[in-house]
């Protein structure tokens, strides 16, 4: 049985070999949900989170942050493929940021309350979901270009 997984690295998209999955889960990394960073390339490489969970599946999409109580300044969570959100039933606001397939910023949401609805982004790859007030600390802005980058969590 042949085991697949992809990751999208702004500058590059590539299945993982199954050498190389062998290799991240002997590092202590779950290929299926690696470490990521969001790093703004457009501002002196400021780090947005240290913790990107990847929400790339129908039912990681389906579920995003429902049922959380908060989301700490440090993590974020990226939804893809993913034009628009919703944050109905959830329990606190999130600052969006809507990356094309490039991680050039399209659009923000800042300070997103529960039960809302985003704009549509049409020309979105996903959406960059991040604790309320994020964005505008880190002077994230439309233009910018977003990298997810991947970490080893050992280190």
């Known amino acids: 049985m042949e085991m697949k997984v992809r990751l999208r690295i702004w500058s590059d998209t590539h299945l993982l070999k199954p050498e190389r999955i062998l290799g991240m889960i002997e590092s202590g990394i779950d290929p299926a949900n690696p470490i990521m960073q969001a790093v703004n390339l457009s501002k002196e490489d ?16 389906r579920r995003g942050l429902l049922g959380r109580k908060g989301l700490d300044t440090d993590e974020a969570m990226y939804i893809v493929p993913c034009e628009w959100i ?20 399209l659009a923000v949401h ?5 039960n809302r609805l985003s704009r549509i982004v049409f020309r979105a790859e996903g959406a960059l979901e991040l604790s309320a007030g994020k964005l505008r600390v880190t002077d ?9 980058r991947e970490v080893d969590d050992n280190s």
Do not use: C, Y
């Open 46 to 61: 400021t780090i947005l989170a240290h913790r990107v969970e990847w929400a790339g599946t129908s039912a990681q999409r």
């Open 86 to 105: 919703h944050t109905f039933r959830m329990q606190f606001p999130i600052d969006v940021a809507f990356l094309a397939k490039d991680g050039r910023v």
């Open 110 to 114: 800042h300070n997103l309350k529960p």
């Open 140 to 148: 994230t802005e439309v233009g910018d270009i977003i990298e997810l």
